[in-house]
């Protein structure tokens, strides 16, 4: 049974960082992408990064590379998000997600099989 809890958000102000954490279980690191996924009021839920496969490859939305970092932990296989630099539009409720496939590139949305419940991130101008 593939389970997926995001934590870490919070409220923090322009230019700060926050690390998110998304903890897994049922999940084995070769047959699986996992993603992070934000969507603001009044838009629709956005790729933000996703990691895939032994080596551990990693793709990001234009809006957050250079400042966000996904990376896995080999020993509990919880994959986080480092988000550095952080900016007023990156206010957004993020989840993590799953699927059973090695995607190319950033998933969409709809691809995604299990999803967490989401972790507010709030930050002020």
């Known amino acids: 049974d593939v389970q997926l809890q995001a934590s870490g958000g919070g409220f923090v102000q322009a230019g700060q960082s926050l690390t998110l954490s998304c903890a897994t279980s049922g999940i084995t690191r070769d047959d699986y992408t996992i993603g992070w996924f934000r969507q603001a009021p009044g838009k629709e839920r956005e790729g933000v990064a996703s990691?895939?496969?032994?080596?551990?490859?990693?793709n990001y939305a234009a809006s957050v590379k250079g400042r966000f970092t996904i990376s896995r932990n080999t020993a509990d296989n919880s994959v986080s998000l480092q988000m550095d630099n952080l900016k007023p539009e990156d206010t957004a409720v993020y989840y993590c997600a799953a699927v059973r496939q090695q995607i190319f590139g950033l998933p969409p949305a709809g691809v995604m099989e299990y999803w967490g419940k989401g972790t507010q991130v709030t930050v002020s101008s």
């Open positions: 990691i895939r496969g032994h080596r551990n490859t990693v």
